[in-house]
T-cell receptor, first 116, second 113 residues
Framework: AQTVTQSQPEMSVQEAETVTLSCTYD???????LFWYKQPPSRQMILVIR??????QNATENRFSVNFQKAAKSFSLKISDSQLGDTAMYFC?????????????FGQGTRLTINP | SQTIHQWPATLVQPVGSPLSLECTVE??????LYWYRQAAGRGLQLLFY??????ISSEVPQNLSASRPQDRQFILSSKKLLLSDSGFYLC????????????FGEGSWLTVV
């Protein structure tokens, strides 16, 4: 079974700093997808960034980028120029297909606080 | 554009009472639909998924059931709630192709008392 591990339960940085959230996963599959979701206090899950395992190039979305190391099964999220609005729980998730659908397996989350 | 709506947003139910959470998706057809649960301070756990009307797959044996009476409607139910059913429930959808991003609704807070 696939598992996702986020080893940092909580992190705190000053506004405008860069922060990196760690994620490792375990799978025997070769084709899969990785995601970072953000859950602000409103509790709605918001997609931050996604990575296809077959792509070697790391995904970027504005201030958010990933460091995808397939051999090491590592998928870290870097937030540059952090903003107060980045304060949230961040979940790393692994996805593979199941009978035409898609199963997301989540890590336990990292609570990120951006301080003014 | 596609949107997903989920209701009610919060509810407090006594032990032994029934439950019905409803979710609808707009702006797409034949989506994959999902119900996830998030216990306090933890990640999300997949409960049910559906790839079509009347097609329901369960990931975790439990006191809950799901139904999909229409293409874009997904319902989570229980005949008799347990205290352990308390949590945050999220409906989600994605296009019916493996690899597509899953998008979540606003969630429903359920407290069983």
């Amino acid at each position: 079974a696939q598992t996702v591990t986020q080893s940092q339960p909580e992190m705190s940085v000053q506004e405008a700093e860069t922060v990196t959230l760690s994620c490792t996963y375990d799978t025997s599959e070769n084709n899969y997808y990785l995601f970072w979701y953000k859950q602000p206090p409103s509790r709605q899950m918001i997609l931050v960034i996604r990575q296809e395992a077959y792509k070697q190039q790391n995904a970027t979305e504005n201030r958010f980028s990933v460091n995808f190391q397939k051999a090491a099964k590592s998928f870290s999220l870097k937030i540059s120029d952090s903003q107060l609005g980045d304060t949230a729980m961040y979940f790393c998730a692994f996805s593979s297909g199941i009978q035409g659908a898609q199963k997301l397996v989540f890590g336990q989350g990292t609570r990120l606080t951006i301080n003014p | 554009s596609q949107t997903i709506h989920q209701w009610p947003a919060t509810l407090v139910q006594p032990v032994g009472s029934p439950l019905s959470l409803e979710c609808t998706v707009e702006g797409t057809s034949n989506p994959n639909l999902y119900w996830y649960r998030q216990a306090a301070g933890r990640g999300l756990q997949l409960l049910f998924y559906s790839v079509g009307i009347g097609q329901i797959s369960s990931e975790v044996p439990q006191n809950l059931s799901a139904s999909r009476p229409q293409d874009r409607q997904f319902i989570l139910s229980s005949k008799k709630l347990l205290l352990s059913d308390s949590g945050f429930y999220l409906c989600a959808w994605n296009p019916g192709t493996v690899g597509n991003t899953i998008y979540f609704g606003e969630g429903s807070w359920l407290t069983v008392v």
